[in-house]
Nanobody, 119 residues
Framework: QSHLVESGGGLVQPGGSLRLSCTSS?????????IGWFRQAPGKEREGISC????????YYVDAVKGRFTISRDNSKNLIYLQMNSLKPEDTALYYC???????????WGRGAQVIVSS
């Protein structure tokens, strides 16, 4: 059962930017939880692409997005962001957030936001 909701997806041209947001759908406080961003491209397995630690001291990025994507959070708004710059067609996927850096142990997750990078 998902308790998170993602927003900010859409269609963008290669080289463009999008900012995804993740929040709780039922008011659950995400301040002290590690939050991971994951994506699943058509025909491929879901992969973890970024994660921020519960105390915001550490951010992790998979090599494919390092230098282009930035994870951050605004605790006052209970939001976690994924800023995506220099988007490539291979970034096209359904993007999810979850309350852990590992999907298999996350307590909560969202239903995904579609990102399409195409000219």
């Amino acid at each position: 059962q998902s308790h998170l909701v993602e927003s900010g997806g859409g269609l963008v041209q290669p080289g463009g930017s999008l900012r995804l947001s993740c929040t709780s759908s039922d008011g659950h406080d995400l301040d002290w939880m590690a939050i991971g961003w994951f994506r699943q491209a058509p025909g491929k397995e879901r992969e973890g692409i970024s994660c921020i630690s519960d105390d915001d001291s550490t951010a992790y990025y998979v090599d494919a997005v390092k230098g282009r994507f930035t994870i951050s959070r605004d605790n006052s708004k209970n939001l976690i962001y994924l800023q995506m710059n220099s988007l490539k067609p291979e970034d096209t996927a359904l993007y999810y957030c979850a309350t852990d850096c590992l999907w298999s142990v996350a307590l909560y997750w969202g239903r995904g936001a579609q990102v399409i990078v195409s000219s």
